[in-house]
Nanobody, 126 residues
Framework: QVQLVESGGGSVQAGGSLRLSCAASRFTFSAYSMGWFRQAPGKDREGVAAISAFSSDTYYADSVKNRFVISRDNAENMVYLLMNSLKPDDTAMYYC????????????????????WGQGTQVTVS
């Protein structure tokens, strides 16, 4: 059974940093684009960042551009999200997701494109 397990969330003061990790198993990781999404209470789930399969092109929501960095390690089946200069508006549950094949600039943020989802890790910025 496919597994995506997030870790690294927590509580941090505004201006601080966190690094989220997502461990993937039981699917061909290198053939999947990986995304990070977040959902705050009462809001829709939104795309934060994604890294494409094969090309490793990266995409970011405007709200996190120049603050967050997504990366992947295909040898270890891991994807990371380094979050710097955190703001209270970044408070949300963060989810790791996998989409078969490549993702592109105008598609990466569609939740329907993603085949597998993790359970989420909470990030709270005060």
């Amino acid at each position: 059974q496919v597994q995506l397990v997030e870790s690294g969330g927590g509580s941090v003061q505004a201006g601080g940093s966190l690094r989220l990790s997502c461990a993937a198993s039981r699917f061909t990781f290198s053939a999947y684009s990986m995304g990070w999404f977040r959902q705050a209470p009462g809001k829709d789930r939104e795309g934060v960042a994604a890294i494409s399969a094969f090309s490793s092109d990266t995409y970011y929501a405007d709200s996190v551009k120049n603050r967050f960095v997504i990366s992947r390690d295909n040898a270890e089946n891991m994807v990371y999200l380094l979050m710097n200069s955190l703001k209270p508006d970044d408070t949300a549950m963060y989810y790791c997701a996998a989409a078969r094949g490549r993702q592109y600039r105008n598609t990466w943020y569609f939740t329907g494109d993603y085949n597998y989802w993790g359970q989420g890790t909470q990030v709270t910025v005060s």
